[in-house]
T-cell receptor, first 115, second 116 residues
Framework: DGGITQSPKYLFRKEGQNVTLSCEQN?????MYWYRQDPGQGLRLIYY???????QKGDIAEGYSVSREKKESFPLTVTSAQKNPTAFYLC??????????????FGPGTRLLVL | AQSVAQPEDQVNVAEGNPLTVKCTYS??????LFWYVQYPNRGLQFLLK??????LVKGSYGFEAEFNKSQTSFHLKKPSALVSDSALYFC??????????????FGRGTQLTVWP
């Protein structure tokens, strides 16, 4: 988990509320990623970003939004349009996307619960 | 499309015995394969990866993985299991082409339990 921080560790969302999950890295990595983990389903990619001010949708982007204004930060907003947000959210980063040897490193995760 | 399959949801092994966690893959280009481990309520920790070269890859905590191109497999192994190895293990394949370059595709995970 070293070098990537996620906050908060637990987050509670009320119905109709937008919430933002924080992800910060001090590894000087260009690429950052957000995954959602549900029991028995592995990890599913929400959004990823190769460089500042650029990001792409993953497989389950609906109901989520991101921004990449700084290299070290990649916050994820879970909007009210996401009807089933309860999950464990993982942020990751890598030096880049192009090299086959690139390894993604993960933060400690944020567990989102709906009240 | 790239994908990996982990055919076993659970693997149980006695401490001191060898362990194997299975992974098979499907890729349209070169196979770049990864293993990660996850402890409860924690993020994923990188264990090892296969990019090219020797089919036996050594990684962290005494784990190794054997790449078999003919069987499209990348099984994780350890000669002598420890109770502390009990965790959720994920296999992943990296996309190396096109608009999805650099993405990882994960298996559903295998829960390893090592009994004392």
């Amino acid at each position: 988990d070293g070098g990537i921080t996620q906050s908060p560790k637990y987050l509670f969302r009320k119905e109709g509320q937008n919430v933002t999950l924080s992800c910060e890295q001090n590894l000087n990595h260009d690429a950052m990623y957000w995954y959602r983990q549900d029991p028995g389903q592995g990890l599913r990619l929400i959004y990823y970003s190769q460089i500042v001010n650029d990001f792409q949708k993953g497989d389950i982007a609906e109901g989520y939004s991101v921004s990449r204004e700084k290299k070290e930060s990649f916050p994820l907003t879970v909007t009210s349009a996401q009807k089933n947000p309860t999950a464990f959210y993982l942020c990751a980063s890598s030096m880049g996307l192009a090299g086959p040897q690139e390894t993604q490193y993960f933060g400690p995760g944020t567990r989102l619960l709906v009240l | 499309a790239q994908s990996v399959a982990q055919p076993e949801d659970q693997v149980n092994v006695a401490e001191g015995n060898p362990l194997t966690v299975k992974c098979t893959y499907s890729v349209s280009g070169n196979p770049y394969l990864f293993w990660y481990v996850q402890y409860p309520n924690r993020g994923l920790q990188f264990l090892l990866k296969y990019i090219t070269g020797d089919n036996l890859v050594k990684g962290s905590y005494g784990f190794e993985a054997e790449f078999n191109k003919s069987q499209t497999s990348f099984h994780l192994k350890k000669p002598s299991a420890l109770v502390s190895d009990s965790a959720l293990y994920f296999c992943a394949v990296r996309d190396d082409r096109g608009s999805t370059l650099g993405r990882l595709y994960f298996g559903r995970g295998t829960q390893l339990t090592v009994w004392p």
